[in-house]
């Protein structure tokens, strides 16, 4: 599956963003997926994942109850509405998928085979 991240931008601290991330293929349904983020000099960290059916979703502590990731499979895409944003979101977000037909959701990015290119996020304070 290739996966292409988009919707990033600057932002007010306070402000809200939405990501989206179009995936090719028709099994997008099969894979569960997740959002991460890595920002300047620091290593990249889980943000949000999603099971198959969209049922079952997990948040990073550092995002709950602001970020909130979704999918639509009719349309093979992958949502993470941010609100709420601080200074500490600035990051690239990547959005990245298991592998078919795993059902387990995982927070470690090695567990995810396929990777988008990255949006950029910026939030100004």
């Known amino acids: 599956v290739q996966l292409q991240a988009s919707g990033g931008g600057l932002v007010q601290t306070g402000g809200s963003l939405r990501l989206s991330c179009a995936a090719s293929?028709?099994?997008?349904?099969?894979?569960?997926m997740g959002w991460f983020r890595q920002a300047p000099e620091k290593e990249r960290e889980f943000v949000a994942a999603?099971?198959?059916?969209?049922?079952?979703?997990y948040h990073a502590d550092s995002v709950k109850f602001r970020f909130t990731i979704s999918r639509d499979n009719a349309k093979n895409t992958m949502y993470l509405q941010m609100n709420s944003l601080k200074p500490e979101d600035t990051a690239v977000y990547y959005c990245?998928?298991?592998?078919?037909?795993?059902?387990?959701?995982?927070?470690?990015?090695?567990?995810?085979?396929?990777w988008g290119q990255g949006t950029k996020v910026t939030v100004s304070s």
């Open positions: 990245a998928a298991r592998g078919s037909a795993i059902t387990v959701v995982s927070q470690h990015s090695r567990a995810y085979y396929y």
């Open positions: 293929g028709r099994t997008f349904s099969s894979y569960v």
């Open positions: 999603i099971s198959w059916s969209g049922d079952a979703t």
